[in-house]
């Protein structure tokens, strides 16, 4: 992970609040589990100067770790806007993962054409467990695709993320992660000294965590 791109990433992540930390007034996640940070990069698509960074940032990450595959597909629903830029920034073809198969039409769960054999890059704007990203990956690679690998905007940095990763053979690379994230919301006074070991706590054990 190139450290300046990192910083700057989790500054804009700050500044237009697609991150919002509240230790102390957690989030309930969908899965029950107290949080004391919401996600969403979505948000940066609605500012034309974050969203080019991030695309070039996207796009200089891939060919840095990866190389230039022949397509670039979008894990739905967060990464098929980031994914459809980076393919227009790199010139290449985009196609996207559904979560299933449609029940209907053509019961595609691959959108775009492709072809057995082409090299992919995967985009995905978060990962947390890394378990919707890993289903993309295997529904491309049943497809005949050679997926070299996954770029994410952002990951809270969960040893089971990077496990399930290992397990399936997959190489990542995040153009930000939750250390980074913490010290420079420290830096910019988005939260006190006293935040950062609840913060810290929670990246350990985020099931048992408690304010």
Not at 9 to 17: D, P, R, S, T
Not at 46 to 54: A, G, V
Not at 122 to 139: F, M, N, R
Request: hydrophobic content about 40%; overall charge negative.
């Amino acid at each position: 992970m190139n450290n300046d791109r990192a910083v700057k990433v989790a500054e804009f992540l700050l500044q237009i609040k697609a991150v919002k930390l509240q230790p102390k007034n957690p989030f309930t996640w969908a899965s029950g589990w107290k949080s004391p940070i919401y996600c969403d990069n979505r948000v940066t698509l609605s500012y034309p100067n974050i969203r080019t960074f991030i695309r070039q940032s996207y796009s200089d990450a891939i060919l840095e770790k990866f190389g230039k595959p022949d397509v670039i597909a979008g894990v739905a629903t967060g990464g098929i806007a980031q994914g459809a830029l980076v393919a227009e920034e790199l010139g290449l073809p985009f196609v996207y993962v559904r979560s299933s198969a449609k029940e209907h039409g053509m019961g595609n769960q691959i959108e775009g054409h492709y072809e057995a054999g082409q090299k992919v890059v995967v985009i995905e704007d978060l990962i947390s467990t890394g378990g919707s990203s890993l289903k993309a990956v295997e529904a491309l690679r049943e497809a005949g695709m050679e997926v070299r690998g996954l770029v994410s905007i952002f990951t809270y940095g969960f040893e089971v993320a990077q496990n399930n990763f290992d397990e399936a053979k997959c190489p990542f690379v995040t153009l930000t992660n939750y250390d980074v994230l913490i010290e420079k919301a420290l830096n910019d006074t988005y939260i006190t000294k006293d935040d950062v070991e609840s913060l810290k706590e929670w990246k350990v054990n985020p099931s048992a965590w408690k304010q």
